[in-house]
């Protein structure tokens, strides 16, 4: 199991924000009153690329870029350049575009709205997306959350800043099915996104008895025990995400701790 890191980008600065209340995203880029109605945990002036070169002297691995919304490009491609082929790169990513993304150093490609179009899977896109990286180049984002009206039904992947749900249940059948176009999962267990309540063991348990291949969680870290939580129900098969929680983005959770465990751990 590995400790994987992350760079979050909003307008173009590291951020960390409360993932249910992305949907004022698309509101700011219209309305810059909007603003104060996005939850945001932390904000740094510290570039993308200081936490890329950070990540590079700890020899993490498959960590991950991700731009929500507009005016990223920038921020994103000087982090790729510090950790060339260190880092994997998300938000907005198609089949016109991934190509770029991987030239400018991004290990693979994160892509959610392309493939899940229409509240399902476009196997069309999916496949013309793979020709143009190969399956090992990339990663599909199944972040995932339960219907309102049904807090014990199943996860659905979510789409559009994680506000449009699919008919895409995140199940052994679906998880199978697309393991054979790409070479990792990324799945953020949205409603405990950003806020540091605990993860979401159901989601971790389903992912670790019946992903395929390499799965990274996200979502609700609240202390250091649950790396080892996270070991134990995902069977040491479901990599982890930190965001909030670590002490480089505002929280309590130091990243020389967890740069300790995760070395012990990958000895």
């Known amino acids: 199991m590995k400790f994987r890191p992350c760079i979050d980008l909003h307008s173009g600065q590291v951020k960390q924000i409360v993932?249910?209340?992305?949907?004022?995203?698309?509101?700011?880029?219209?309305?810059?009153?909007?603003?104060?109605?996005?939850?945001?945990?932390f904000e740094t002036d510290r570039p993308a690329a200081s936490y890329a070169e950070m990540y590079k002297k700890d020899a993490l691995t498959g960590g991950h870029v991700i731009m929500l919304g507009k005016g990223n490009d920038e921020a994103a491609k000087s982090a790729l350049a510090a950790y060339p082929n260190g880092l994997?790169?998300?938000?907005?990513?198609?089949?016109?575009?991934?190509?770029?993304?991987?030239?400018?150093?991004?290990?693979?490609?994160?892509?959610?709205?392309?493939?899940?179009?229409?509240?399902?899977i476009d196997m069309k896109r999916l496949s013309d997306l793979v020709d143009i990286t190969g399956k090992d180049k990339l990663v599909l984002d199944l972040s995932c959350r339960r219907k309102p009206d049904d807090s014990t039904g199943p996860y659905y992947v979510v789409t559009d800043r994680w506000q449009t749900y699919t008919d895409v249940k995140v199940n052994k059948e679906t998880l199978e099915l697309l393991s054979g176009y790409c070479d990792e999962f990324l799945v953020h267990g949205v409603e405990n996104e950003g806020k540091r309540c605990g993860?979401?063991?159901?989601?971790?348990?389903?992912?670790?008895?019946?992903?395929?291949?390499?799965?990274?969680?996200?979502?609700?870290?609240?202390?250091?025990?649950?790396?080892?939580?996270?070991?134990?129900?995902?069977k040491g098969k479901v990599d982890l995400t930190i965001g909030s929680a670590l002490d480089c983005f505002g929280g309590n959770i130091s990243y020389d701790e967890v740069i300790e465990w995760h070395k012990k751990e990958n000895e």
């Open 19 to 41: 993932g249910s209340t992305l949907s004022d995203i698309k509101q700011q880029e219209n309305n810059n009153d909007q603003e104060k109605s996005l939850a945001t945990n």
């Open 88 to 120: 994997q790169v998300g938000g907005g990513i198609n089949s016109s575009n991934a190509k770029e993304w991987l030239d400018a150093g991004a290990s693979h490609v994160i892509v959610t709205s392309f493939v899940f179009h229409g509240g399902e």
């Open 199 to 234: 993860i979401l063991e159901d989601l971790v348990l389903l992912l670790g008895d019946y992903s395929p291949i390499p799965v990274t969680y996200a979502g609700g870290v609240k202390d250091i025990s649950d790396l080892e939580r996270v070991k134990e129900i995902g």
